[in-house]
T-cell receptor
Framework: AQKVTQAQTEISVVEKEDVTLDCVYETRDTTYYLFWYKQPPSGELVFLIRRNSFDEQNEISGRYSWNFQKSTSSFNFTITASQVVDSAVYFCALSENKFYFGSGTKLNVKP | DTGVSQNPRHKITKRGQNVTFRCDPISEHNRLYWYRQTLGQGPEFLTYFQNEAQLEKSRLLSDRFSAERPKGSFSTLEIQRTEQGDSAMYLC?????????????FGSGTQLSVL
């Protein structure tokens, strides 16, 4: 069965610190996709990144970077030089047809 | 692209009443999903459609819940005889289909409170 675990319930950092959000997944599928979504206080889920199971290259987009390691079934997300606007709940998700979401990590960035 | 639209944004009802929510997906998206989210949890899958066909329904969903997408465009989610445990945010999402699993676009949700 598919499962996504985000062990960090809540993280607090001070602005400009780097922070890594962990995501571990379980699946028996050989082809699958992984996603990260952000849910700001306004509530609407916003897409951040998609990765397929055949592409293990790490990706950097501005202050965001993602580390996909198939050997450990992890897809971690790092925010460099965090800002107050990064405060939100972040969800990792695994998909074949349905999307399975983790329970989320609430990130608090303090000024 | 007007995004995924959900109505109403908020619904307060008394236990035992029926409620219906509407979702208008992005027009060219043939996949439509319903999720439920409670405080401190991630979205939980309820059901999804490919055009007008309901392809899967969560086993966690009781018979009080029903969803339709009659013309393959908008969808409705009805909850009959609501219970306090039904209080949650109900999220609708849509996506295109293709060789890859495309990202979901979410609506703002309908917050249901059952008193």
């Amino acid at each position: 069965a598919q499962k996504v675990t985000q062990a960090q319930t809540e993280i607090s950092v001070v602005e400009k610190e780097d922070v890594t959000l962990d995501c571990v997944y379980e699946t028996r599928d050989t082809t699958y996709y992984l996603f990260w979504y952000k849910q700001p206080p306004s509530g609407e889920l916003v897409f951040l990144i998609r990765r397929n199971s055949f592409d293990e290259q790490n990706e950097i987009s501005g202050r965001y970077s993602w580390n996909f390691q198939k050997s450990t079934s992890s897809f971690n997300f790092t925010i460099t030089a965090s800002q107050v606007v990064d405060s939100a709940v972040y969800f990792c998700a695994l998909s074949e047809n349905k999307f399975y979401f983790g329970s989320g990590t609430k990130l608090n960035v303090k000024p | 692209d007007t995004g995924v639209s959900q109505n109403p944004r908020h619904k307060i009802t008394k236990r035992g009443q029926n409620v219906t929510f509407r979702c208008d997906p992005i027009s060219e998206h043939n996949r439509l999903y319903w999720y439920r989210q409670t405080l401190g949890q991630g979205p939980e899958f309820l059901t999804y459609f490919q055009n007008e066909a309901q392809l899967e329904k969560s086993r966690l969903l009781s018979d009080r819940f029903s969803a339709e997408r009659p013309k393959g465009s908008f969808s409705t989610l009805e909850i009959q005889r609501t219970e306090q445990g039904d209080s949650a945010m109900y999220l609708c999402a849509s996506r295109a289909t293709g060789p890859a699993v495309e990202k979901l676009f979410f609506g703002s949700g309908t917050q249901l409170s059952v008193l």
